[in-house]
């Protein structure tokens, strides 16, 4: 696993994650078992979802009963998930459990009985009548103090929490992504539907949340477009075969091993998400930087001193001989310069290493641009 570690650098819920795929919740048909089938070409899977108070599981009822969907049914729901739990207790892939509850008291005392050896994601995303009418899935998204009582509430049990939700459905995702991120959660899950990569970025420029995209994504190309708009996962759900999952693991694995840097985000002016500050320019030409930099609030003399300070000491610190004498300033790998490649091999770079520590300086900038927690009626 520390070789993933290396590639991938991702930790879920105290854990390393193989690969930044996962599987997406299909309520009746994502459980431990269809996980298990497909383990070696995921790092992730959300089981369920699982119903979990009596409201939510006649709602499922309800909804199989119609015969157009299936649902997964019990009695209780302790004893299921314990059992799916211990299914998929050897096993590498990181385990959430996408719940359907309808109050806080419902997740607090499903997480007190299972404890935090899984994430804990609240399904804000169902749209069946009977659940929202039970006060879940869409419903919360409607009602947006309810999810937060119910992440803080699960915050409060020691759990990380993923929020699955569908954009465009709230009046304003970036908005709902700092209340969410106000209230504790860890992993926003959002189903993209059509609304492509500008939505994506907004809610990356919104949050330092660990973001995982979701709908339609089956080719290299599309996963990609994801990685380099924000996204530090992507999930399947309707396309979870065998053959999908491997292909997208072997492909972003090879891409990583020859890149370095496996959600490298495109440069701001190509509409790269915020963690493209690592690649921009010092800040003296009107471009796409300068509103940048006003949006979040950092000055030009203060965004000039982040960068300076966070390579100190490091090979990014060097380049005379670059457009503004040091790589700190310098364009992603993939815009070819021959100063900037003469510099890194003078250093004992390679291109990927290049890549790796840029990505850790925009590590350091995205946890100084993200250090306040937003207030409550932050927008
Ligand atoms: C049959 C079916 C059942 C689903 N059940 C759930 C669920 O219980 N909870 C949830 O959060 N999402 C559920 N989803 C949504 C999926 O997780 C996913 O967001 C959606 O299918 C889009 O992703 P895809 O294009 O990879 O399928 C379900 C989707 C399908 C098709
Ligand atoms: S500073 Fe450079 S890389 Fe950044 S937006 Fe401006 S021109 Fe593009
Ligand atoms: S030296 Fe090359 S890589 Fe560096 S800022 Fe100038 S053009 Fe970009």
Redesign the pocket.
Known sequence: MMESFDRFGLIMNDRIIRTPIALASMAGIVDADYVLARASHIGAAFIGGYSIDEKTMAAARAVAATGERKEFLYDDPVAELRTQMQKMKKSEVVVGLNLRGSSPDSYRAIAETLGDTVVYEIDAHCRQKPMVDAGCGEHYLHHQKELEAVVRTLKKAGCTVSVKMRAGVASDDRVLAKKLWNAGADILHIDMMDFGIAKLRQIRNSCPLMLIANNSIHSFDTMKEMFSHGADLVSLARRSDERTLAGLDAAITRYTDEQGWYNSPK????GGDIR??T?????V?D????P?LKRIGVTKEEFLKMKMDAVQGTPLEAGQHTCFGSLV?C?KMSSPCMFRDMTIQQEGLTGKEYMRLKRELSDTIMSRVFHDVPHDDAG
Do not use: D, H, N
Request: with cysteine; glycine share 0%; proline share 11%.
């Open positions: 440069q701001l002016c190509r493209a500050l690649f921009c320019c010092m800040p030409k471009c796409p930087l300068i940048t300033w364009c």
